[in-house]
């Protein structure tokens, strides 16, 4: 399952874009793909698919954004990560 990393949970952000990470692996050492899910209300929207385990976005201000990550390997084993927040100044 995928851990987060950054932003912490509850963080305030002062800023108008991040990188959100997390970190995550395979108990086969198969690779990884992500779906990232990030919105202003508790069920995110995707937003996109990536292979590494990062994603930049710009930000509104004063906003509660929520975002998890699904991990998937090369069998389609799918893995839904937890929901995350944080608030933009």
């Known amino acids: 399952m995928p851990e987060l990393v950054a932003p912490l949970r509850g963080s305030l952000l002062t800023t108008n874009s991040t990188e959100i990470e997390w970190s995550c692996s395979d108990l086969d050492n198969d690779v990884l793909t992500y779906t990232v899910y990030l919105g202003t209300n508790e069920s995110p929207e995707k937003v996109a698919t990536v292979n590494s385990t990062s994603y930049t ?9 929520y975002w998890r990550v699904d991990a998937t390997d090369a ?7 937890q929901i995350w927040s944080f608030q933009t100044e």
Do not use: I, Q
């Open 75 to 81: 069998h389609n084993n799918k893995t839904v990560g």
């Open 57 to 65: 976005t710009n930000l509104l201000s004063k906003t509660n954004y």
